[in-house]
């Protein structure tokens, strides 16, 4: 018969060696991370968004410019920089490059915020009416104004004279 030939079994002393530790403690780390990985793998779940229709979302946003300069262009300048009155050279015309740039902003203000005369007829029209609607209205209420209080009681005689008090 063939004999079976059986491991043999490490010493005691080898085992304790630290290389010996490193290579157990190396395998079972590889086995703790097989262990995650498998069931990570089995907890992951993967839903078909194609047979779902979601219903699309009935808010909206509206964005507001703002008053910040948020395009590249106007955010930084391009080209040369003095520091501390440097160069004054570079400083008068980065200040008139400023200056340019000043006004083509207030001209656009300018031009958005201009009305026709159309419009300001109309606008005119609308306030001439706001005013007499709120003129009726004050004219609807009653003059004597409708209080809990009692009006302060009124001086009488020297019709607001400083009079000297008697001894």
């Given at each position: 018969?063939?004999?079976?030939?059986?491991?043999?079994?490490?010493?005691?002393?080898l085992?304790?060696?630290?290389?010996?530790?490193r290579?157990?403690?190396?395998?079972?780390r590889?086995?703790?991370?097989?262990?995650?990985?498998?069931?990570?793998t089995e907890?992951?779940?993967?839903?078909?968004?194609?047979?779902?229709?979601?219903?699309?979302p009935?808010?909206?946003?509206?964005?507001?410019?703002?008053?910040?300069?948020?395009?590249?262009?106007?955010?930084?300048?391009?080209?040369?920089m003095?520091?501390?009155?440097?160069?004054?050279?570079?400083?008068?015309?980065a200040s008139?490059?400023?200056?340019?740039?000043q006004?083509?902003?207030?001209?656009?203000?300018q031009?958005?915020?201009?009305?026709?005369?159309d419009?300001?007829?109309?606008?005119?029209?609308r306030?001439?009416?706001?005013?007499?609607?709120?003129?009726?209205?004050?004219?609807?209420q009653?003059?004597?104004?409708?209080?809990?209080?009692?009006?302060?009681?009124?001086p009488?005689?020297?019709?607001?004279?400083?009079?000297?008090?008697?001894?």
């Open positions: 018969m063939a004999e079976i030939p059986h491991k043999t079994a490490l010493s005691g002393k085992l304790t060696m630290k290389f010996m530790q290579q157990q403690e190396q395998e079972t590889d086995k703790l991370v097989k262990e995650q990985n498998r069931i990570v907890a992951h779940w993967v839903i078909d968004q194609t047979a779902v229709d979601l219903p699309k009935k808010f909206q946003v509206d964005y507001e410019p703002s008053f910040l300069q948020m395009t590249a262009t106007e955010r930084s300048s391009v080209g040369r003095s520091f501390q009155k440097f160069n004054s050279a570079v400083e008068k015309s008139q490059a400023a200056g340019e740039q006004l083509e902003r207030e001209l656009k203000r031009r958005q915020s201009e009305i026709s005369d419009e300001m007829a109309k606008e005119m029209g306030s001439n009416k706001a005013k007499k609607t709120k003129e009726a209205a004050k004219s609807s009653s003059k004597k104004p409708t209080t809990n209080r009692r009006a302060p009681p009124k009488s005689g020297g019709g607001g004279k400083f009079m000297k008090p008697k001894e």
